[in-house]
């Protein structure tokens, strides 16, 4: 009973919608726009105080064109000169500008290489300075060492064998001419040679026949002491005392 009550709802629906849908509407009835005829055309009325059959306009009167082109050709010739007359100064003042600034950099450039100089100069110099006093140091120390040695190898007037062999006789010529090596006068009394300082007998100079050569050397001569020899005139010495008590002199730092 249900079910057919279902099918005929639907079947009423259905119907309900086609007959909805075959209803007829007409197409609406046509109306052509009204006419409005143009207006009528009215040429225009002649001017009261100028007819149109009398007027002329005046006569355009043409310039010579040969005059024209003529001043034409010097405003430009002019414009252009002044162009170039600018241009010039502009260019002369860059130019002027350019050398100006150049000439102030090359200045400062030579000042500041100038600078750098000294600069390199005076560290060289101090450089320099420090190694000769660092050389002077070890030389001074090394009189130093040499002197004590001397003094504990000297006994009675002499030093010992052992100690003459190693700093004296003809094997160890006494160097006047190289700095650092020796401390006194070239050719002349006192002068510190192999740890000690020597001196010449009183009123004994140097010989004017060896001449200002080295070469010379410290011998020991039996029943004569301790002599200044030269082997280019063996029959030539010069009588020299050791001083033990004589401290050595210290070469002075060079100042910077």
Request: proline share 10%; aromatic share 10%.
């Amino acid at each position: 009973m249900k079910k057919s009550l279902m099918w005929m709802t639907i079947i009423s629906f259905c119907i309900a919608i086609g007959t909805a849908q075959a209803q007829y509407h007409p197409a609406p009835v046509y109306h052509p726009p009204a006419y409005h005829p143009a207006p009528a055309y009215h040429p225009p009325a002649a001017h009261p105080s100028r007819p149109a059959s009398t007027y002329h306009p005046p006569a355009r009167q043409a310039a010579p064109r040969q005059n024209q082109t003529r001043q034409n050709n010097t405003v430009r010739n002019n414009n252009n000169q002044r162009n170039n007359q600018h241009n010039a100064d502009r260019n002369q003042h860059n130019n002027q500008h350019n050398a100006d600034r150049n000439q102030r950099n090359n200045q400062h450039n030579a000042e500041r290489n100038q600078h750098n100089a000294n600069r390199n100069a005076t560290r060289d110099h101090a450089h320099s300075v420090r190694n000769e006093n660092k050389a002077r140091h070890v030389r001074n120390s090394q009189r130093h060492r040499d002197y004590r040695a001397a003094r504990g190898a000297y006994r009675n007037g002499r030093f010992n064998d052992r100690y003459y062999a190693g700093h004296f006789g003809p094997s160890h010529a006494v160097v006047f001419s190289t700095p650092g090596l020796w401390v006194g006068t070239p050719y002349a009394s006192p002068f510190w040679w192999g740890g000690v300082q020597w001196g010449f007998g009183p009123g004994i100079f140097w010989p004017d026949a060896w001449g200002l050569g080295d070469g010379v050397f410290i011998e020991d001569l039996p029943g004569v002491g301790y002599v200044l020899a030269d082997p280019a005139f063996p029959d030539t010495t010069v009588p020299v005392v050791a001083d033990v008590d004589a401290q050595p002199t210290d070469e002075p730092d060079q100042q910077q």
